[in-house]
């Protein structure tokens, strides 16, 4: 079991940088993989990015170059630094991880990206 507080959220103007954090309430060294989740308004949620607990990563192609994933294990803390940002970027965006066959979730944080 864990809880994920997602923070980091906000309002920039297109071409603009956030960095989210995602701090888990116990270790997240023997998690295989964190993920970056978003949902926009009538919009289904869609995987971002993950990364392994190897340091392996993988994203959405719609944020490719733009977007980093990252892990500090020893703050139990997963990143998502977003550079570049477009106003389609727009939604809240989750922190997920899958553990033992169950998907925890953070409440989310808002990012709105202004044109």
């Known amino acids: 079991q864990v809880q994920l507080v997602e923070s980091g959220g906000g309002l920039v103007q297109a071409g603009g940088s956030l960095r989210l954090s995602c701090a888990a309430s116990r270790s997240i060294f023997n998690i295989n993989v964190m993920r970056w989740y978003r949902q926009a308004p009538g919009e289904q949620r869609e995987l971002v990015a993950a990364?392994?607990?190897?340091?392996?990563?993988v994203y959405t192609d719609s944020v490719k170059s733009r977007f980093t994933i990252s892990r500090d294990n020893a703050k139990n803390t997963v990143y998502l630094q977003m550079n570049s940002l477009k106003p389609e970027d727009t939604a809240v965006y989750y922190c997920?991880?899958?553990?033992?066959?169950?998907?925890?979730w953070g409440q989310g944080t808002q990012v709105t990206v202004s044109s």
């Open positions: 997920n991880a899958p553990i033992d066959g169950y998907n925890y």
């Open positions: 990364i392994t607990s190897g340091g392996t990563t």
